[in-house]
T-cell receptor, first 113, second 113 residues
Framework: DAGVTQSPTHLIKTRGQHVTLRCSPI?????VSWYQQVLGQGPQFIFQ???????GRGNFPDRFSARQFPNYSSELNVNALLLGDSALYLC????????????FGPGTRLTVL | KQEVTQIPAALSVAEGENLVLNCSFT??????LQWFRQDPGKGLTSLLL?????REQTSGRLNASLDKSSGRSTLYIAASQPGDSATYLC????????????FGKGTKLSVKP
């Protein structure tokens, strides 16, 4: 079975631009979460979606938004990019419920110049 | 506020040695704890998931323990190999959350041949 997939792998943007990152969960998984990992730190939680509804939001500005589609794939959007948004963006999927293991994708490396 | 700490930040061992990685968390109200491995610039690979009601989990040369009351977990790696070189992250899922994992900063392990 395919694992969590993310696209694109790498992305270079300039300050003020907008970016869309995409994630496809493991088949059968209905929950998708997004994390931001800056160099040398552990991942920080951004959003969690389940059945197309937002179920959790981390401490990130409103420039960050996300959505989940009927096929459970998800998009993360970031507007008005800042240099500090440069990071590895990770998507994780799991079966519904808090007790379940989360599986992560390979990530999208975003560089903001 | 839940905080996760991993000590040491970096560890270097010789091939064949057994080793222990430490993880501590400040709030015992958790659903579970998960250990991950991360290779440079890559996504996270799930190693072990321990539910709050469990004391330990084993997978091959890996054994993870959980002492929820004291806010501690350890990851034991037996007979280390150069291929074990990576950053190891632990993460807890607080009760009341759905998809929110809180991570430590990781321990960077180097296994020398």
């Amino acid at each position: 079975d395919a694992g969590v997939t993310q696209s694109p792998t790498h992305l270079i943007k300039t300050r003020g631009q907008h970016v869309t990152l995409r994630c496809s969960p493991i088949s059968g998984h209905k929950s998708v979460s997004w994390y931001q990992q800056v160099l040398g730190q552990g991942p920080q939680f951004i959003f969690q979606y389940y059945e197309k509804e937002e179920r959790g939001r981390g401490n990130f500005p409103d420039r960050f938004s996300a959505r989940q589609f009927p096929n459970y794939s998800s998009e993360l959007n970031v507007n008005a990019l800042l240099l500090g948004d440069s990071a590895l963006y990770l998507c994780a999927s799991s079966w519904a419920g808090a007790m379940n293991e989360q599986f992560f994708g390979p990530g999208t490396r975003l560089t903001v110049l | 506020k839940q905080e996760v700490t991993q000590i040491p930040a970096a560890l270097s061992v010789a091939e064949g040695e057994n080793l222990v990685l430490n993880c501590s968390f400040t709030d015992s109200a958790i659903y579970n704890l998960q250990w991950f491995r991360q290779d440079p610039g890559k996504g996270l690979t799930s190693l072990l998931l321990i539910q709050s009601s469990q004391r330990e989990q084993t997978s091959g040369r890996l054994n993870a323990s959980l002492d929820k009351s004291s806010g501690r977990s350890t990851l034991y790696i037996a007979a280390s190999q150069p291929g074990d070189s990576a950053t190891y992250l632990c993460a807890v899922r607080p009760t009341g959350s759905q998809g929110n994992l809180i991570f430590g900063k990781g321990t960077k392990l180097s296994v020398k041949p």
